[in-house]
């Protein structure tokens, strides 16, 4: 087999096989197929898509490139939650530990935040003390034990991705469907849940703009973990504007908090609410997503997600008092607000915008080696639908500096748009299999 046939086969929009498509990423993976040739296949699949066989095989190979996660030795029935990235997109730091509350185990591996779109870990980063790199072991005597852990990756899981996901990143090729659908896929499979319920975002702040786009990821994704056996559920849901009100690691932290505390956004409660109760429904914990909706809000009125998160940090070092005591979290040295220069109401909030606002405060990082400022990021006044005054406040920047402070608000007030309001609903719809 020639890798030139392969790329020439995918560039004509024709149906690779399961061995072809073996050859090529085993070969790439292993460093005999160079960077060009790979760059060349991954813009073919750009252009002409890849069927759901195709995209199937293709994260099977992927999976196989790496270690995988055994978590049979735990018992009961693991669901993991997976986002596909947002602004202010804090779900997991209330998902988890209220799914886990539940009595439902939950060894959840998250990600660091690159561009506009925030990551879990860097989140946790901002609790004083809190490690998220653990080993294997650790890892799963602290989900027998505690019933809850998110952490880094451990273990070198799908290899493959890391390694293609640096090259689409280089060569304009990240936006392709079916190479979201494996890469996102392989490393939830690789991770070693049952069952897994994916969060596809829509809108100006995520992969997908449009609805069809956001839909078609979410089919290709759940059928995805339908030819692997392991049940998969997505729900897709609103980027359009920041979900909550805060963007940046310790606000975030601060608003996760406030949710398990009773006090959330409306947004933030009813999408980890959605998100949950699918969980329990997955895990057999209740009988319909309704049921589970039940199940959780009585687990956040009565303290016992935000119990089991302060477990959680605790076991992992961090310093629980952080979640009372919100002083010893990062604080930034300058907050400034940002005025409305105009009456009417916000029609739109550009999640993209207002996620470079905060990237451009300190709380996010353009390249995978920056450092971040955990304290910097965005507190918004007003969102979609509110109607504002000239001099009413939309927004707080928080950052190190003035001139990081500045810079930030020039570009979060591009972010408001005033007219009459969209209607957009939280929740597009699901997909199942
Ligand atoms: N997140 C991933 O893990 N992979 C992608 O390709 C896109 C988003």
Redesign the pocket.
């Known amino acids: 087999m020639r890798v030139y046939d392969v790329i020439a086969k995918k560039r004509d929009g024709a149906e690779l096989s399961q061995e072809e498509i073996q050859f090529l990423l085993n070969g790439y993976a292993a460093g005999d197929i160079p960077d060009y040739q790979m760059s060349a296949f991954t813009m073919a699949v750009f252009f002409q898509g890849m069927t759901a066989r195709e995209t199937a095989h293709f994260t099977q190979v992927m999976l196989q490139s790496g270690d995988q996660i055994d978590l049979s030795d735990i018992p009961g029935v693991k669901v993991d939650k997976h986002s596909?990235?947002g602004v202010g997109d804090k779900t997991t730091l209330v998902v988890a530990p209220l799914v886990a509350a539940a009595g439902i185990p939950v060894a959840k591996m998250s990600?660091r935040g690159l561009g506009h779109t925030g990551g879990t870990l860097d989140k946790l980063a901002a609790i004083p003390g809190l490690q998220v790199d653990l080993a294997p072991e650790q890892f799963l005597r602290q989900v027998r034990e505690v019933g809850l852990a998110v952490v880094g990756q451990t273990g070198n899981l799908v290899p493959a991705?890391k390694k293609l996901?640096a090259l689409?990143d280089v060569t304009a090729t990240?936006n392709?469907l079916p190479?979201?659908?494996?890469?996102?896929m392989s490393?939830k499979l690789a991770s070693g849940a049952d069952k897994i319920i994916l969060d596809v975002k829509v809108g100006s702040g995520a992969?997908m703009k449009t609805a069809e786009e956001a839909f078609a990821l979410a089919k290709a994704m759940v059928d995805i973990g339908s030819s692997m056996k392991r049940e998969t559920t997505a729900l897709v849901s609103d980027m359009d504007q920041p979900l909550g009100k805060t963007v940046g690691n310790a606000l975030e932290v601060v608003e996760a908090v406030e949710t398990l505390k009773g006090h959330g956004p409306e947004d933030l409660r009813q999408l980890c609410l959605e998100l949950g109760a699918r969980m329990l429904a997955a895990a057999g914990k209740a009988a319909d997503e309704h049921r589970g909706k039940e199940i959780l809000t009585e687990l956040l009125r009565n303290g016992s997600g935000l119990k089991k998160l302060r477990e959680m940090v605790t076991t992992q070092g961090g310093n629980a008092e952080a979640l009372e005591n919100y002083n010893l979290l990062p604080r930034a040295q300058v907050i400034i607000p940002l005025y409305s220069k105009t009456n009417g109401y916000i029609s739109h909030l550009h999640a993209e915008k207002v996620g470079l606002a905060a990237m451009a405060a300190g709380a996010g990082r353009s390249r995978k080696e920056d450092e971040i400022d955990l304290a910097a990021g965005i507190v918004l006044k007003a969102k979609r639908g509110d109607k504002v005054a000239v001099g009413e406040q939309l927004a707080e920047i928080h950052a190190a500096d003035e001139r990081r402070a500045a810079q930030a608000t020039d570009m979060l007030a591009e972010a408001f748009t005033y007219g009459q309001p969209e209607k957009h609903p939280l929740i597009l719809g699901f997909v199942t299999d």
């Open positions: 596909t990235g990600g991705d996901y689409r990240v392709s190479l979201i659908a494996s890469s996102i490393k992969f």
